[in-house]
Nanobody
Framework: QVQLVESGGGVVQAGGSLRLSCAASGRAFSTYYMGWFRQAPGKEREFVARSSWSGGRTSYADSLKGRFTMSRDNAKSTVYLQMNSLKPEDTAVYYC??????????????WGQGTQVTVSS
């Protein structure tokens, strides 16, 4: 079992920055893929970023490359999402996710409760 708790959301003006954190607890955190997703009102949840257990391979949604950066600190069992140059269309609930490589994309992923990010114009 893995428990995930996000924090760091809030209201920011367009062009601003926020850093989200996701604290994980449970076994074998360092062997899991960790990632971020987001869901805007009236839209489906979409992929934001994913990092391998070592942090050496990180992938991003094409539309977010260059603005969002994911990092992880296995010693603290925490992953981060640094979001820069925020736009109103980045407004969404951001979710932290964790899964083994084989479970990624299946119903066997673990999810946090989500944190609201609102970008005002």
């Amino acid at each position: 079992q893995v428990q995930l708790v996000e924090s760091g959301g809030g209201v920011v003006q367009a062009g601003g920055s926020l850093r989200l954190s996701c604290a994980a607890s449970g076994r074998a955190f360092s062997t899991y893929y960790m990632g971020w997703f987001r869901q805007a009102p009236g839209k489906e949840r979409e992929f934001v970023a994913r990092s391998s257990w070592s942090g050496g391979r990180t992938s991003y949604a094409d539309s977010l490359k260059g603005r969002f950066t994911m990092s992880r600190d296995n010693a603290k069992s925490t992953v981060y999402l640094q979001m820069n140059s925020l736009k109103p269309e980045d407004t969404a609930v951001y979710y932290c996710a964790a899964a083994t490589n084989t479970a990624w994309g299946t119903e066997n992923m673990y999810w946090g409760q989500g944190t609201q990010v609102t970008v005002s114009s």
